[in-house]
């Protein structure tokens, strides 16, 4: 399924080109780098300080566009690449989005504590998918939202606790299956109903699970 697919190509980076509106430059596009995290039920989380140039345009048009690729592929042209047109929003709850953001940005926690940054969700209206070379779909987005989100929410950290005490010997050989990485010690930071989400030597490899698990009650490492 195409939505399926994008919605696993944005999980599996870390960063993205954020197109917003321009206040001062009167609508001309102004374009930044971000980091974002795609939250349990599809939608994308970025922290931004109310000083940046991209914060300013989105208080004033919330309106935005997001393209990320695979930024250790070279091949630019041929990757796939997914780019959400949104609406972008304040998040009321900060303390909660930190605690899951943290985790995949920890050196973001001097700007956390900053209290002129902020937390902006980015709510999916579009999405334009390229899976590579002719593969170049609009998404149905009434299939794009995740299953289960609230239940992964909740869960979460109980299903991370038992993986990282129960399961190293799984993740060890999933992070060398799919992306030949030999790590000695690697912990997974973050689980939704797509994959799995594992940190090692400073960095985040993402390992999809092989069909979307409808509930977290299912949820299951298998050795390769």
């Known amino acids: 399924m195409i939505a399926h ?20 430059l009167d609508g001309y596009p102004f374009g930044s780098i971000t980091p974002y995290l795609v939250d349990h039920d599809g939608s994308l989380l970025i922290l931004i300080s109310t000083l940046a ?3 300013k345009n989105i208080v004033h048009d919330p309106r935005i566009s997001l393209i990320t690729h695979d930024q250790r592929d070279p091949h630019i042209q041929t990757q796939g690449r997914v780019t959400v047109v ?16 943290l985790r995949y940005f920890p050196e973001a926690q001097t700007y956390f504590a900053m209290h002129d940054f902020s937390f902006y969700r980015i709510r999916p209206v579009a999405i334009r998918y390229i899976g590579g070379f002719g593969k170049i779909y609009w998404v149905n987005m009434e299939n794009y939202a995740a299953e289960q989100a609230e239940a992964y929410a ?11 005490s129960q399961q190293q010997d799984e993740l060890r050989q999933l992070l060398r299956q799919r992306h030949g990485v030999d790590a000695a010690n690697v912990q997974a930071i973050g689980l939704d109903s797509d994959g799995l989400d594992v940190r090692y030597d400073e960095q985040v ?17 298998t050795k390769p």
Do not use: C
Request: hydrophobic share 35%; net charge positive.
């Open 5 to 24: 697919a994008a919605r696993r190509m944005l999980r599996a980076h870390r960063y993205g080109a954020l197109g917003t509106i321009s206040k001062k």
């Open 53 to 55: 140039e991209h914060t």
């Open 86 to 101: 949104g609406n972008a929003q304040m998040e009321s709850n900060r303390e909660q989005a930190g605690l899951r953001y």
């Open 154 to 164: 909740q869960q979460e950290l109980t299903l991370l606790a038992k993986i990282n």
């Open 205 to 221: 490899w993402r390992l999809d699970f092989p069909e979307v698990f409808s509930s977290p009650s299912l949820v299951t490492l």
